[in-house]
């Protein structure tokens, strides 16, 4: 029996972990394998995932779409042949992958019946993403393979402006992610006919930094406030003098909420139109 495996797409921080543990906790009864690709030598995102009834496989250092089609298809192969066989493949896609050239890959694996594209789409920053003429047609692209589009970060519903906008690029049934099952969602989708040809994305660098070294926590959000404007993401945790704490920059929005952690661990993304590692470094080093 050919097992599901869905694609949860979404640009960088959209959402995509957050949707994937809510799942988790809900009561759908199965045995779910979790493939994590992070856009870095620390995967961070795979440490975010939580569940009893899951296993989580990291797949790090690079873009899936690009460069790790090999290792994709190791790890569903690890996952398909190991003492327990899952019941669901959710692949969560790096915030800078194109969900088509992954479901290219799946196609070729007839052990697997392939479910469908979920992306999720920041009510945040998706306006000026989809402004941006470096970023707009990879955010696009995301947009337009989804089979279903969820909204993330909303307390309302979404505007008829958001949804239209949304439409306009390709999104099929926008949402709010506040408004669904996820379990019911995940196992109802019947893909539909999809353009097969994946979109190049820009480029872009990454940066990684791990230490024990104790930050005053006043001096962080100082460091913070000054970080340099082409570095996008940034997520992991920190070790300060008021304790651990989870980071999460997306654009112009920081995120810190208390943690357990026994190290400064962390990840820095940014096009490489806009900024170089060398210069995530020296802001951060101090240098």
């Known amino acids: 029996m050919r097992v599901p495996v869905t694609i949860v797409s979404g640009y960088l921080g959209a959402g995509k972990t957050t949707l994937i543990n809510r799942l988790l906790r809900e009561d759908h009864g199965l045995h779910l394998t979790v493939l994590v690709n992070d856009f870095g030598a620390i995967n961070i995102d795979a440490a975010l995932i939580a569940g009893s009834n899951v296993e989580s496989v990291a797949l790090a250092n690079g873009c899936v779409c690009c460069s790790l089609s090999d290792d994709l298809a190791q790890s569903i192969n690890q996952a398909l042949t190991g003492d327990i066989r899952p019941d669901h493949i959710v ?56 089979d279903i589009v969820l909204i993330s970060k909303l307390e309302a519903a979404p505007s008829e402006a958001l949804l239209a906008q949304l439409r306009q690029c390709g999104a099929r049934a926008p949402t ?79 995120e810190a909420r208390r943690c357990e952690a026994e190290e400064t661990l962390l990840v820095g993304l940014g096009p490489e139109k806009r900024i170089s590692r060398d210069q995530i470094e020296a802001w951060w080093s101090g240098a």
């Open 91 to 146: 692949i969560e896609a790096s915030g800078v992958a194109d969900p088509v050239a992954i479901a290219n890959v799946l196609l070729e694996d007839r052990r697997l019946s392939y479910s469908g594209v979920v992306t999720v789409v920041d009510s945040c920053n998706v306006d000026r993403l989809l402004c941006d003429p470096v970023l707009q047609s990879q955010v696009t692209q995301q947009i337009r393979a989804a």
């Open 176 to 254: 709010s992610l506040n408004d669904i099952s996820l379990s019911q969602m995940l196992f109802d989708i019947v893909p539909l006919p999809r353009d097969a040809t994946p979109v190049p994305h820009p480029g872009y660098v990454s940066w990684q930094h791990r230490s024990t070294r104790v930050l005053d926590r006043r001096a962080l959000g100082d460091k913070l406030a000054a970080r340099p404007e082409g570095l996008y993401r940034m997520k992991g945790f920190v070790l300060t003098s008021g304790g651990a704490y989870e980071l999460h920059i997306v654009g112009r929005h920081v």
